[in-house]
Antibody
Framework: QVQLVQSGAEVKKPGASVKVSCKAS????????ISWVRQAPGQGLEWMGW????????NLAQKFQGRVTMTTETSTSTAYMELRSLRSDDTAVYFCGRVRTRGLDYWGQGTLVIVSS | DIVMTQTPLSLSVTPGLPASISCKSS???????????LYWYLQKPGQSPQVLIY???NRFSGVPDRFSGSGSGTDFTLKISRVEAEDVGVYYC????????FGQGTRLEIK
C-alpha cells in the first residue's frame, strides 16, 4: 500500500532553516510528483510547491520562491523540502502528498515545525 | 492566483440527513485537455487530509458512495446523501488548473 512517512517535529529559531523529509513506499517513486502543503495552527491548507520525482523539475508558489528548495533522492524514494530564513509565521504542520492527475491522492502524516526564539 | 470560495464555512447536520457544500472558483477550471481540475478533501480531526473526489465527480478508491461531486466551469458542489458521525471534519476544495489553491474550508459537525 502507498505510504508517505515524514520526519519528526522540529523546533527552530528565527532565521534558521529546516529540512523535512518524506519517504515513499508502495509505488514506483519516479512515476509521480510530490507536493508540499502547510497548515498553520487553526488555519486552512496552503500549497507550497511541487517536484517531479522523475526529473527533479519544481514549481513553487510565488510566496515561497527564493526561500524553499524541494529535492528528491530516488535511491531512497525520499522527497525533501527545505525552508530557509524561518519566521514565526512559518510555524505550521507541513504535509507531503503524492501527486496524481494534478491532485494529491496520498498524504504523509505531517511534520510540525515550530519557529520560536 | 485562482481564488476558491466555499460556502457555508460551517454546518451542523443531523445524522442520516443530507449535506451540501458549495465551492466557487474565480476562473474556469476547465482545461484545454477537457478535464476539470477540481478536488475535494476531508481533514478529520487530528489527521492529514484525505482525498474524496477528483476531477469534479470521481470518487477516490474506498470513498463511500454517499459522497458525490458535481459542477462545471466555476461552480462546484460536494454532497453527502446521508451524513454519518465519521464524516465530521473540515472539507476543502482545491483547484489545480493553475498552481493549486484551496478553499477556506467548511467545518462539518454532527447535531
Amino acid at each position: 500500500q502507498v505510504q508517505l512517512v515524514q520526519s519528526g517535529a522540529e523546533v527552530k529559531k528565527p532565521g534558521a532553516s529546516v529540512k523535512v523529509s518524506c519517504k515513499a513506499s508502495g509505488y514506483s517513486f519516479r512515476n509521480y510528483g510530490i507536493s508540499w502543503v502547510r497548515q498553520a495552527p487553526g488555519q486552512g491548507l496552503e500549497w507550497m510547491g511541487w517536484i517531479s520525482a522523475y526529473n527533479g523539475n519544481t514549481n513553487l508558489a510565488q510566496k515561497f520562491q527564493g526561500r524553499v528548495t524541494m529535492t528528491t533522492e530516488t535511491s531512497t524514494s525520499t522527497a525533501y523540502m527545505e525552508l530557509r530564513s524561518l519566521r514565526s509565521d512559518d510555524t505550521a504542520v507541513y504535509f507531503c502528498g503524492r501527486v496524481r492527475t494534478r491532485g494529491l491522492d496520498y498524504w504523509g502524516q505531517g511534520t510540525l515545525v515550530i519557529v520560536s526564539s | 492566483d485562482i481564488v476558491m470560495t466555499q460556502t457555508p464555512l460551517s454546518l451542523s447536520v443531523t445524522p442520516g440527513l443530507p449535506a451540501s457544500i458549495s465551492c466557487k472558483s474565480s476562473q474556469s477550471l476547465l482545461h484545454s485537455d477537457g478535464k476539470t481540475y477540481l478536488y475535494w478533501y476531508l481533514q478529520k480531526p487530528g489527521q492529514s487530509p484525505q482525498v474524496l473526489i477528483y476531477e469534479v465527480s470521481n470518487r477516490f478508491s474506498g470513498v463511500p458512495d454517499r459522497f458525490s461531486g458535481s459542477g462545471s466551469g466555476t461552480d462546484f458542489t460536494l454532497k453527502i446523501s446521508r451524513v454519518e458521525a465519521e464524516d465530521v471534519g473540515v472539507y476543502y476544495c482545491m483547484q489545480s488548473i493553475q498552481l493549486p489553491t484551496f478553499g477556506q474550508g467548511t467545518r462539518l459537525e454532527i447535531k
